[in-house]
């Protein structure tokens, strides 16, 4: 992924790379990969690395959401490759389900065995849609 993130020309560049290399194997390959992804395919004297850091991109999910009355939420709870917004996307429906069921207890329409529920359907959401579509976002 290439986005130039404000008008003063640095590109913040993001990619899959073996995760077995070293931090310096990886920095030497940066010239290829660059000639690959960004537009114009620039030859290695056409730019200035300003930063390097590589990162190591993690998929899980917690195993309970729920603990008495601890309730995991967002990257608290699962956490998946940044590409396509999956973890954003899939935390704003956290909050909005943890939302739903702190409102019906509060208002007395459902009791704390709802939080039991939120766990269930948002780990469920997290192993049938936000892991298979982020991981399929790294092929």
Not at 67 to 78: C, K, N, S
Not at 111 to 125: N, T, V
Not at 128 to 137: A, E, H, Q
């Amino acid at each position: 992924m290439v986005a130039q993130m404000a008008n003063d020309g640095l590109l913040r560049i993001t990619y899959q790379d073996d995760g077995s290399l070293s931090r310096e194997e990886m920095r030497e390959r940066l010239p290829g990969k660059f000639k690959v992804i960004v537009p114009g395919s620039p030859d290695e004297d056409e730019y200035e690395v300003v930063n390097f850091s590589p990162y190591r991109i993690h998929q899980r999910c917690a195993e309970r959401l729920r603990l008495g009355r601890f309730v995991l939420a967002a990257d608290a709870a699962h956490l998946c490759n940044p590409y396509g917004g999956m973890g954003l996307t899939g935390g704003f429906a956290d909050v909005g389900g943890l939302y739903d069921c702190l409102y019906g207890i509060y208002t007395g329409q459902a009791d704390d065995a709802i939080l039991d529920k939120y766990d269930e359907i948002r780990r469920e959401k997290y192993w049938s849609v936000i892991d298979p579509i982020s991981t399929g976002d790294l092929k």
